[in-house]
Protein backbone atom coordinates (compact mmCIF):
# COMPACT_ATOMS: atom_id res chain seq x y z
CA UNK A 1 0.00 0.00 0.00
CA UNK A 2 1.16 3.48 -0.63
CA UNK A 3 2.00 6.03 2.10
CA UNK A 4 -0.60 8.70 2.08
CA UNK A 5 1.95 11.36 0.57
CA UNK A 6 2.35 9.27 -1.96
CA UNK A 7 -1.12 8.36 -2.83
CA UNK A 8 -2.21 12.10 -2.39
CA UNK A 9 0.31 13.41 -5.53
CA UNK A 10 0.08 10.42 -7.74
CA UNK A 11 -0.25 11.82 -10.95
CA UNK A 12 -1.01 8.64 -12.86
CA UNK A 13 0.00 4.43 -12.71
CA UNK A 14 2.18 3.35 -15.25
CA UNK A 15 0.66 -0.45 -14.38
CA UNK A 16 1.45 -1.28 -10.97
CA UNK A 17 3.16 1.28 -10.57
CA UNK A 18 2.01 4.55 -8.97
CA UNK A 19 3.62 7.80 -10.78
CA UNK A 20 3.96 10.44 -8.05
CA UNK A 21 4.93 14.68 -8.65
CA UNK A 22 8.02 14.70 -6.51
CA UNK A 23 7.30 18.75 -6.23
CA UNK A 24 4.16 18.93 -5.20
CA UNK A 25 4.89 15.57 -2.61
CA UNK A 26 7.79 17.63 -1.20
CA UNK A 27 6.02 21.18 -0.89
CA UNK A 28 2.43 20.01 0.59
CA UNK A 29 3.03 16.54 1.56
CA UNK A 30 2.96 17.38 5.20
CA UNK A 31 -0.26 19.10 5.13
CA UNK A 32 -3.58 18.05 6.12
CA UNK A 33 -7.14 18.03 4.36
CA UNK A 34 -8.62 20.98 5.03
CA UNK A 35 -4.80 22.35 4.97
CA UNK A 36 -4.90 21.35 1.45
CA UNK A 37 -8.18 22.36 -0.02
CA UNK A 38 -8.03 25.96 1.90
CA UNK A 39 -4.78 26.77 -0.73
CA UNK A 40 -7.01 25.67 -3.30
CA UNK A 41 -5.11 22.12 -4.10
CA UNK A 42 -8.74 20.14 -4.59
CA UNK A 43 -7.48 17.08 -6.26
CA UNK A 44 -4.73 16.54 -3.53
CA UNK A 45 -7.35 17.37 -1.00
CA UNK A 46 -9.96 15.11 -2.48
CA UNK A 47 -7.17 12.56 -2.62
CA UNK A 48 -6.26 12.62 1.51
CA UNK A 49 -10.03 12.47 2.63
CA UNK A 50 -10.52 9.43 0.04
CA UNK A 51 -7.04 7.93 1.59
CA UNK A 52 -8.13 8.40 5.05
CA UNK A 53 -11.58 7.06 4.82
CA UNK A 54 -12.94 10.00 7.25
CA UNK A 55 -16.55 11.19 6.15
CA UNK A 56 -15.88 14.39 7.85
CA UNK A 57 -12.81 15.59 5.91
CA UNK A 58 -14.46 14.58 3.09
CA UNK A 59 -17.52 16.93 3.68
CA UNK A 60 -15.32 19.67 4.39
CA UNK A 61 -13.75 19.16 0.65
CA UNK A 62 -17.01 18.80 -0.90
CA UNK A 63 -18.14 22.27 0.72
CA UNK A 64 -15.63 24.15 0.11
CA UNK A 65 -15.14 23.07 -3.63
CA UNK A 66 -19.20 23.76 -4.14
CA UNK A 67 -18.65 26.79 -2.51
CA UNK A 68 -15.42 28.37 -4.36
CA UNK A 69 -16.84 26.98 -7.94
CA UNK A 70 -20.51 27.16 -7.09
CA UNK A 71 -21.87 23.58 -7.71
CA UNK A 72 -23.51 21.39 -5.32
CA UNK A 73 -21.89 18.16 -5.69
CA UNK A 74 -22.45 15.49 -2.83
CA UNK A 75 -20.26 13.31 -1.71
CA UNK A 76 -20.64 10.47 -4.25
CA UNK A 77 -18.60 8.16 -6.53
CA UNK A 78 -19.59 11.29 -9.05
CA UNK A 79 -16.33 12.93 -7.16
CA UNK A 80 -14.46 9.93 -8.40
CA UNK A 81 -14.55 11.36 -11.58
CA UNK A 82 -14.24 14.85 -11.28
CA UNK A 83 -11.24 14.71 -9.67
CA UNK A 84 -9.94 11.59 -11.58
CA UNK A 85 -8.98 9.57 -8.66
CA UNK A 86 -9.80 5.89 -8.18
CA UNK A 87 -8.68 3.70 -5.02
CA UNK A 88 -6.12 1.09 -7.09
CA UNK A 89 -4.42 -1.28 -5.23
CA UNK A 90 -0.60 -0.52 -5.52
CA UNK A 91 2.50 -1.16 -3.56
CA UNK A 92 5.46 0.15 -5.77
CA UNK A 93 5.56 4.06 -6.26
CA UNK A 94 8.11 6.07 -8.89
CA UNK A 95 8.65 9.59 -7.85
CA UNK A 96 9.36 11.71 -10.72
Known amino acids: ???????????????PVAIVDKQARQNYGVLSTKELVEKGLFRAAYSSALYSKNPDEMKTVVDIYNKT????????????????IFPVEVSRSIVL
Open 1 to 15: MLSREDFVFTIGYDG
Open 69 to 84: AGTSYTVSPQLDRLFG
